[in-house]
């Protein structure tokens, strides 16, 4: 078994900032540790840097003086890591077994060197302390919508303008954003796929420019860590931006519409952190994503809501069924009463509070135990191939 000992991180204030006294900055000076020291290089790194850049030296130096170090790269959100095995073939083959891919994929077995590793439940550790509370909440959904993409841009055509207005529906596409927005929509619609959730091209383009224009809950995109979190550290989670706070919007609201960052049936990235922010705040959840995905969470134990409202949308491979599927729920929730709304979260407290408390569980001490063993299977089927 990989029993690590110390791990080294780039990280900064981020998810990966562990216990203090197993974290070291990397710095030239090696006399800290023990020739036969269990040494975890982990490196946040984007595609770009991939693409141009060697291998740091200091990893090759650290790998080449202990033999028991490991190095693992991972970029969080990013795919595309097809061009790993062909940029560093060599010096895969020289620390065989010894340099690797985290991953956060669902097919990993033709990726020799990835690890496969849900990391993102662990990017809550820190601000779980909200008890959950009987209290009415002024507002039945809440949906926050960031980036540009299709599925997102489907959600906002098929919602009223009433209904985004009187729910908590924000979103950050920029008026100057149009015609990307026209280009998203003619490389992704399908008449055929788009029977199912009846709306034409022209409309749905109609639909999103009134949008840009005129409706109150566009607010404006910021920096890494605005209110939508994406670095969900408590200085900058519950930022109050375009008179927004956000802490106060998410408890103000009862129902979570996820719109995960991939759509498509055809990707295979599981599910980033949107899916668990609504467990930080007690919240029921929808999600329009790729399929499995309530599958997938409740894999690592947690509770979804299908005795509540129908789920078979996650296992749904058709993109536009699924989406119109989840749609439907959305428009049977909104047509009961705020008082209708408030009995049924009631009625699912035990799932919603199971789920915050198994979030907690998700420990920095737990994530060094879960990477060892990641590790160590990883190194153990590689040692059979």
């Known amino acids: 078994m990989v029993k690590l000992k110390y791990i080294l991180s780039n990280y900064k204030g981020d998810f990966f900032d562990l216990d203090k006294k197993k974290l070291f900055k990397l710095e030239n000076n090696l006399s800290k540790f023990e020739k036969n020291d269990y ?3 982990l490196k946040k790194v984007s595609n770009l840097e991939f693409e141009k850049n060697k291998l740091c030296s200091n990893d090759i130096r650290i790998l080449n ?6 190095v693992v790269y991972h970029n969080l959100h990013e795919s595309g890591w097809a061009s790993f095995n062909n940029l560093y073939e060599d010096l895969i083959n020289q620390y065989k077994n010894r340099i690797f891919l985290l991953e956060n994929f669902e097919n990993t077995k033709d990726k020799l060197y990835s690890i496969q590793f849900k990391y993102f439940p662990y990017f809550f ?3 779980l302390n909200f008890k959950f509370k009987n209290k009415k909440r002024n507002k039945k959904f809440i949906s926050l919508i960031r980036r540009l993409k299709f599925h997102r841009i489907l959600l906002l055509s098929k919602l009223s303008n009433n209904f985004i207005k009187n729910n908590n529906i924000f979103y950050t596409f920029d008026v100057f954003d149009y015609n990307e927005c026209e280009n998203i929509i003619n490389k992704n619609f399908n008449e055929v796929d788009f029977d199912f959730i009846n709306i034409k091209k022209e409309e749905l383009k109609n639909k999103i420019q009134t949008l840009y224009i005129d409706n109150p809950n566009k607010v404006l995109n910021g920096p890494h860590g605005d209110i939508f979190g994406e670095n969900p550290e408590v200085g900058n989670y519950f930022i109050i931006k375009n008179n927004i706070n956000y802490l106060k919007t998410c408890l103000d609201s009862y129902f979570d519409i996820v719109t995960e960052s991939e759509f498509s049936s055809r990707t295979n990235n599981l599910f980033t952190e949107k899916i668990f922010k609504p467990i930080v705040f007690y919240q029921p959840f929808l999600v329009i994503g790729r399929p499995h995905i309530l599958r997938e969470l409740k894999k690592i134990g947690f509770k979804t809501f299908d005795q509540f409202w129908d789920e078979s949308y996650d296992s749904e491979e058709n993109d536009y069924k699924r989406f119109s599927m989840v749609n439907n729920i959305i428009n049977d929730l909104n ?11 009631i009625s699912m407290k035990e799932i919603l509070i199971h789920n915050y408390n198994h979030l907690k569980t998700f420990t920095n001490d737990n994530l060094m135990k879960d990477l060892e063993l990641a590790l160590y299977k990883k190194i153990k089927e590689l040692e059979n191939v």
């Open 65 to 70: 003086y202990f033999p028991n170090s490991y």
């Open 39 to 41: 040494i975890l290089i």
């Open 125 to 127: 550790n820190n601000i």
């Open 335 to 345: 047509n009961k009463s705020m008082d209708d709304i408030h009995e049924l979260y």
